[in-house]
């Protein structure tokens, strides 16, 4: 029983800290700390369980904003080197 409620405890914790990353985009460092909690739990509930929809739900969500932080950070380096704002 104690390891199925440990289980659960951390793959809800994966699938809340994913989802929670994407609304937090605005804020962008937030929103990265978000997505990194929860490919760990993700990883830490397959290491020793096995994977569910809820560890899957997580990966997606933070997957999602780790490609929306990349995709934006190349972006604005290739903007700030067209302006040549680092003089």
Known sequence: MEETKKKNILSWGCA??????LPFACY???GLILAVVSIALGVIV?????????????WICAGCY???FLILAIFLGIY???INLHK
């Open 66 to 68: 780790l490609a929306f």
């Open 80 to 82: 700030y080197n067209i």
């Open 46 to 58: 397959t290491r020793r369980y096995e994977r569910n929809r809820m560890v899957t739900v997580g």
């Open 16 to 21: 809340i800290a994913g989802v929670l990353s």
């Open 28 to 30: 962008w460092y937030v």
